[in-house]
């Protein structure tokens, strides 16, 4: 099996180019060791632990499935109930992780608590200001969610394809490409875009080991790019979710000039969570990007992580290099 080395490899001691980022509900220890496993980089959601001492145990239980690094990733996002943000930190400090991918506002006072600590820390963001503010804070790397992608893509609404090489263009730390990445040929394509390695959600949700509903992993594989919805945009808290009945209904009543209390019961994180443990697709909101239109399978991790790689490694020793002409010796 070839090994492509980038940056983000050495700096994070980590065999592939490969990051799965923090997703909610979903970033759970059987996944978060497969992907360890398979020498790429899991990262546990911190929030999806109800209290900092079930993530302390949830580290403990990833640590458990494997002895290789993961990541935990702490998501700073404006929230109805107060988060105990300190308290998490400590959890994840103190169950010796060396790595974290924060998201959301500007992670200063963690950076602050967790550098002198020895942790290493990918911030993900959705703008080249942001990622530069990060980068100045003290960040190892930056990761960068393009307009595609599933969750939050900010406002901007600038696609990977100028979003990656504009932050290569400004920063000098390394760079993880994020939104729309599913197979090799993406990876390719980041790489040549200027990133150092790719992160993905919506592809590691259609893993076997993913711990969803498997009616959800399929309506993942039978989804199209087109089957997702832009929420929120009204509110500048822009979401990329599945399209379903729920989320149309919320797309509609903002339209119509509807506010947050006025959809607040549509979008319960508790009626998300339905949907990935019982199957519903109807019962509330899910996060799916539209890569989901290059899903075609449920692969265990390990077969995704070694297929992203190896036709990466393909693209990039046979159908690129035979593309250089030979140079034309004079006779
Ligand atoms: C189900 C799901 C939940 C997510 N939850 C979070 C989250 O809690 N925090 C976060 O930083 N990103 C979250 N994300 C975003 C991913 O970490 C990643 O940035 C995104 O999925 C990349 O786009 P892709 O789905 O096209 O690969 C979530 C994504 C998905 C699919």
Redesign the pocket.
């Known amino acids: 099996m070839s090994a492509l080395r980038t940056r983000f490899t050495e700096t994070f001691g980590i065999e592939h180019p490969i990051v799965q ?6 970033g759970r220890a059987e996944l978060v060791a497969a992907v360890a496993e398979a020498g790429a980089l899991g990262c546990l ?1 911190a ?1 999806t632990q109800p209290t900092p001492e079930a993530l302390t145990a949830e580290i403990a239980r990833t640590k458990e499935m494997t002895d290789r690094p993961f990541g935990v ?1 702490l ?1 700073i996002l404006p929230t109805i109930t107060p988060v105990p943000y300190d308290e998490y930190r400590q959890a994840i400090v103190e169950s010796g992780i060396r790595i974290v ?1 924060t ?2 506002n500007l992670p200063t006072e963690h950076v602050e608590a967790l550098r002198p600590r020895g942790v290493k820390i990918i911030h ?1 963001c959705t703008s080249v200001r942001h990622a530069l503010k990060a980068q100045s804070l003290g960040v190892d790397a930056v ?1 960068i ?1 393009g307009f ?5 893509p900010g406002e901007d609404d600038v696609p990977g394809l100028v979003l990656i090489p504009r932050a290569a263009e400004e920063l000098s730390i390394p760079i993880i490409a ?5 197979d090799g040929r993406g990876l390719v394509a980041a790489l040549a875009l200027g990133a150092d390695g790719i ?5 590691f ?1 259609a893993t076997v080991e993913a711990p969803i509903h498997d009616t959800v992993k399929q309506a993942i594989v039978e989804g199209t790019e087109l089957d997702t919805e832009l929420i929120f945009r009204q509110l500048r808290n822009t979401s990329r979710v599945a399209s379903n009945a729920v989320s149309r209904e919320v797309v509609e009543e903002l339209r119509q000039g509807a506010g947050f209390q006025d959809v607040r019961h549509l979008v319960a994180g508790a009626r998300g969570r339905t949907v990935y443990e019982e199957g519903d697709l109807d019962a509330g909101i ?6 989901q239109g290059l899903i075609h399978d449920v692969p265990t991790v390990r077969e995704l992580v070694d297929r992203v790689v190896a036709e990466a490694s393909d693209i990039i020793s046979a159908r690129l290099a035979g593309l250089v002409a030979d140079p034309v010796t004079a006779g």
């Open positions: 980022g923090g997703m909610q509900w979903v959601t929030l990733n998501t991918e998201a959301g993900k990761s969610d595609e992608c599933a969750g939050h994020s939104g729309g990445f599913g992160n993905m959600g919506s592809r949700m899910w996060s799916v990007g539209q890569v």
